[in-house]
Each structure stands twice: as C-alpha cells, then as structure tokens.
C-alpha cells in the first residue's frame, strides 16, 4: 500500500552538503505526514525530520535545526531532506517514513535506507 524510496546518501567531508530523496507510492486512503529518522551503528533510531501531509508544517530534531530543510513536491511523489554544514555525528543510515503526524519511530512505513558518512 505505501512504498519508499531512498536515494542520494554518500560520502561527504565535514561541513559539506547533501540531499536525500524519498520518492512515495501511498496507495491507501488518508493522510500520510513524511519524514526522515537515522540510525547510528550501536544506536536507537532516531527523528530527524517530518512535514504534514499538506506540507504546512514541519518538524525538525533540536540535532538538527538550521542545517537541515524538508520539503515534499507533490507533483514528483518526492520528499526531500537538505542537509548542509554535516557533522561528524551525522553519519548514520537514514530512513524515509511516512505514517500519521506526528511520526515516530514505532509506527508508519519505511524505505530501506540511505548511508550518510561524513568524514573528518
């Protein structure tokens, strides 16, 4: 019913950039907040970020306020994670979830995953 799409994770030196995207199928009535949660090696998964369905609003971990952007285009069935200035302990799998707002780690639909490495 719902499929995610993971792409663009890569190797980035320290205070680089990059952009990951999660193309959405949702084939199932109602509406779906998306989003971005990480996984470190030896770590629990963690939120990053979401938008709501409408794109109104969004929602960021402290970690990463004013170096990250979500977006959504609607027309391309894509969510977006910006991801400038990255740090070290950015390095992580990052997944793609999509379920009710506000998104949490327990529930809604994964992709399955995108490596992020940042190099010092």
């Known amino acids: 019913q ?3 799409v993971e792409s663009g994770g890569g190797l980035v030196q320290t205070g680089g950039s990059l952009r990951l995207s999660c193309a959405f199928e ?3 009535s109602g509406f779906y907040a998306m989003g971005w949660f990480r996984q470190a090696p030896g770590k629990e998964r963690e939120f990053v970020a979401s938008i709501s369905d409408s794109g109104e609003y ?3 971990a402290d970690s990463v306020k ?3 952007t979500i977006s ?3 027309a391309r069935n894509t ?3 910006q991801m400038n200035s ?3 302990e950015d390095t992580a799998n990052y997944y793609c979830n999509a379920g009710p707002w506000p998104l949490i780690a327990s529930r809604g639909y994964w992709g399955q995953g995108t490596q992020v ?3 010092s």
Do not use: A, E
């Open 2 to 4: 719902v499929q995610l």
């Open 26 to 28: 949702i084939r199932t």
């Open 58 to 60: 969004t929602n960021y």
């Open 66 to 68: 004013g170096r990250f």
């Open 72 to 74: 959504k285009d609607n």
């Open 79 to 81: 969510v977006y994670l």
């Open 86 to 88: 990255l740090k070290s």
């Open 117 to 119: 490495t940042v190099s």
